[in-house]
């Protein structure tokens, strides 16, 4: 059974960063990409960021393009968003989202939010002063 783990969220100051992480088990090994994800109030779910892992190539929304980096460390099974300057309009529930190596590879660009099988249950993030 997979299963998909968020944390590293919270309360952080404008301008301030956070590193959010998400760690995988279970049936792994049949991931072709990976995708964060958010969620604010009233907003519908979009894609923040994703990863191709088969092969590594990475894709960000332009509104944080610049502002936010996704890693991975494979030998954690581990997936981070490293989420710098934070700004007013950032604060949501993050997920992290995985989609199985049948997935096109353009739904893994378009961050395609019905493609992704699997879901974390998200962990908040809170910018305020």
């Known amino acids: 059974q997979v299963q998909l783990v968020e944390s590293g969220g919270g309360l952080v100051q404008p301008g301030g960063s956070l590193r959010l992480s998400c760690a995988a088990s279970?049936?792994?090994?049949?991931?072709?990409?990976i995708g964060w994800f958010r969620q604010a109030p009233g907003k519908e779910r979009e894609g923040v960021s994703s990863?191709?892992?088969?092969?590594?190539?990475?894709y960000y929304v332009d509104s944080v393009k610049g502002q936010f980096t996704i890693s991975r460390d494979n030998a954690k099974n581990t997936v981070y968003l490293q989420m710098n300057s934070l700004k007013p309009e950032d604060p949501a529930v993050y997920y992290c989202?995985?989609?199985?190596?049948?997935?096109?590879?353009?739904?893994?660009?378009?961050?395609?939010?019905?493609?992704?099988?699997?879901w974390g249950q998200g962990t908040q993030v809170t910018v305020s002063s």
């Open positions: 279970g049936f792994t090994s049949h991931f072709g990409g």
């Open positions: 989202a995985a989609a199985t190596d049948a997935t096109p590879r353009l739904y893994i660009a378009n961050m395609r939010i019905r493609s992704y099988d699997y």
């Open positions: 990863m191709d892992l088969r092969d590594g190539k990475i």
